[in-house]
């Protein structure tokens, strides 16, 4: 099973800065990784898959880099609505698919 | 607009079982992969299961293997998840999710229904 571990655990940021989350593959998963925005109560919204391609309607402040075992979601310019918890899923190797543990951004 | 409506969540007691459904709309249903994915309180999201279009590939995570049943009834556009053998653990919301094919990213997902498991 590849283990996905997101850091920082939680990520204090001022709105209009910019934000840096990071995933890491406990093994390759080329660039067959997503990136999911999740604010409370509400199901997970898909931001980037393929590593670097944004989803249907996700503003170009969002981008995805990376490819292997290290992966970036960047935020640029954060509005109010971006604070919430991340999350990077590998779809390489599977069963099972697999989710990093989260990281929270909140506002500094 | 594509959407995916979970029912079938409550209060159950340990070792019994509960049914989920999934229903969509807005897209051709029988042309997508689905998924069962859950969230246990204040957790991060565990896959549970994964069935294909026409139902010939099913794979469960460990954790349920064996307790948990996936299907589909691609004529009335809705996902199922049988659940027996129900565990303190298996508390969590459940959410469908919808695939390109397999193996992808997940979207759409439903709003999800809440199981509890406790006595």
């Known amino acids: 099973e590849i283990v996905m571990t997101q850091s920082p655990a939680t990520l204090s940021v001022s709105p209009g800065e910019r934000a840096t989350l990071s995933c890491r593959a406990s093994?390759?998963?080329?660039?067959?990784l997503a990136w999911y925005q999740q604010k409370p109560g509400q199901a997970p919204r898909l931001l980037i898959y393929?590593?670097?391609t944004r989803a249907s309607g996700i503003p170009a402040r969002f981008s995805g880099s990376g490819s292997g075992t290290e992966f970036t979601l960047a935020i640029s310019s954060l509005q109010s609505e971006d604070f919430a918890v991340y999350y990077c899923?590998?779809?390489?190797?599977?069963?099972?698919?697999?989710f990093g543990q989260g990281t929270k951004l909140e506002i500094k | 607009e594509v959407q995916l409506v979970e029912s079938g969540g409550g209060l159950v007691k340990p070792g019994g079982s509960l049914r989920l459904s999934c229903a969509a709309s807005g897209f051709t249903f029988s042309s997508y992969s689905m998924n069962w994915v859950r969230q246990a309180p204040g957790k991060g999201l565990e896959w549970v299961s994964s069935?294909?279009?026409?139902?010939?590939?099913?794979y469960y995570a460990d954790s349920v293997k064996g307790r948990f049943t996936i299907s589909r009834d691609n004529a009335k556009n809705s996902l199922y998840l049988q659940m027996n053998s129900l565990r303190a653990e298996d508390t969590a919301v459940y959410y469908c999710?919808?695939?390109?094919?397999?193996?992808?990213?997940?979207?759409?997902w439903g709003q999800g229904t809440l199981v509890t498991v406790s006595s």
């Open positions: 093994q390759s998963v080329s660039s067959n």
């Open positions: 899923q590998q779809y390489n190797n599977w069963p099972p698919y697999t």
């Open positions: 999710a919808s695939q390109p094919s397999s193996p992808n990213w997940f979207d759409p």
């Open positions: 393929g590593a670097s």
């Open positions: 069935i294909s279009s026409g139902s010939s590939y099913i």
